[in-house]
């Protein structure tokens, strides 16, 4: 009997191991797609990210929320190759696991709604892109608080589509809230 439990705390631990060592793969594998997206390498990003979601996949399960940024940053990077259509099955994978989850956070959801913002910007539908970004903002404010930086993202870009759309006010109203965010790298006082 001592054996079998021994055997079985060994597996249990082995086991413990293999996830901890799969989150820390997850994690360099997405700070790595991460860093290409925000240097403006996309494609790069994509085989990083694809890698993050194999190991997440094999550690959280195929469904699992944990999945949800991983989808997103593969449709961003897709949305920024001008692969328009795989964008929209990852952003279609991400949205499906956020409605099979019942708690999940806003601040998820928010990421989700901004993701389809962007990428309904890249398609041209600028009333859906508003949308999405409206809701990712009503949402970052419900975790973040209204003058947070999670905020201020969405306003961001509803304001570069409201300036598209040369609706001045619209816009520098969207920019001015911009400019009110603590700890934004654009806040008005440095502009000056």
């Not at 991400?94 to 928010?110: G, K």
């Not at 999405?132 to 201020?152: I, R």
């Amino acid at each position: 009997m001592d054996i079998c439990l021994w055997s079985w705390g060994l597996h249990q631990l082995l086991l413990t191991g293999e996830r901890q060592n799969g989150e820390s793969l997850i994690a360099v594998a997405l700070s790595t797609a991460q860093g290409f997206v925000w240097a403006g390498k996309p494609l790069e990003a994509i085989p990083a990210a694809l890698q993050a979601l194999r190991f997440s996949s094999r550690v959280f399960g195929s469904g699992s929320v944990q999945l949800v940024p991983i989808y997103l940053l593969l449709a961003e990077a897709s949305t920024g190759t001008g692969r328009l259509r795989q964008a929209a099955k990852y952003l279609s994978q991400a949205q499906w696991i956020i409605l099979q989850t019942p708690d999940c956070s806003a601040a998820l959801q928010s990421k989700l709604h901004h993701g389809l913002g962007l990428f309904s910007v890249a398609e041209g539908n600028l009333d859906q892109a508003l949308y999405h970004l409206a809701n990712d903002v009503y949402l970052a404010t419900a975790e973040f608080g209204l003058n947070s930086l999670e905020v201020s993202g969405g306003y961001f870009h509803m304001a570069n589509i409201f300036f598209h759309q040369n609706k001045m006010d619209a816009a520098n109203s969207l920019y001015a809230e911009v400019g009110r965010t603590k700890n934004h790298p654009l806040t008005f006082s440095q502009m000056d």
